[in-house]
């Protein structure tokens, strides 16, 4: 739970957007966590026909324990979709993330994470 990785953090908000140089680029993802919540930080590639996944595990410990309170940043899929004649090419999407976090006695409404 995120009360246990994170016991100062109130709230965690993750952005998720997408760049895909060769189709089209999947819809952007909104995540906000609170305390109760999981701390899983493991998303999937949305593009359905490929398994490839991003881990922002250390990202967001980082970015929790910074200073700042703030990352920002991109990632690469390494995962792989079909290509031609049933061969296989890397997916390449980007994931560009922001992260906000609001930790507890801080007197800022909100601290930007990403």
Same mark, same amino acid.
């Given at each position: 739970m995120?009360?246990?990785?994170? %016991?100062?953090v109130?709230?965690?908000?993750?952005?998720?957007?997408?760049? /895909?140089?060769?189709?089209?680029? %999947?819809?952007?993802?909104?995540?906000?966590?609170?305390?109760?919540?999981?701390?899983?930080?493991?998303?999937?590639? %949305?593009?359905? /026909?490929?398994?490839?996944?991003?881990d922002?595990?250390d990202?967001?410990?980082?970015?929790?324990? /910074?200073?700042?309170?703030?990352?920002?940043?991109?990632?690469?899929?390494?995962?792989?979709? %079909?290509g031609e +004649?049933?061969? +296989?090419?890397?997916?390449?999407?980007?994931?560009v993330?922001?992260?906000?976090?609001?930790?507890?006695? /801080?007197c800022?409404?909100r601290?930007?994470?990403?």
């Amino acid at each position: 739970m995120l009360r246990i990785a994170f %016991p100062q953090v109130e709230q965690l908000r993750i952005e998720l957007s997408f760049l /895909d140089a060769s189709s089209i680029s %999947p819809a952007p993802q909104v995540h906000t966590l609170y305390p109760p919540a999981r701390a899983f930080f493991t998303y999937r590639c %949305p593009h359905s /026909d490929c398994g490839g996944e991003f881990d922002m595990a250390d990202i967001v410990r980082t970015a929790v324990s /910074d200073g700042t309170h703030e990352a920002r940043g991109s990632l690469l899929c390494t995962g792989a979709r %079909p290509g031609e +004649k049933g061969s +296989k090419r890397a997916c390449e999407l980007r994931l560009v993330y922001a992260i906000s976090a609001h930790l507890s006695g /801080d007197c800022r409404s909100r601290i930007a994470v990403g």
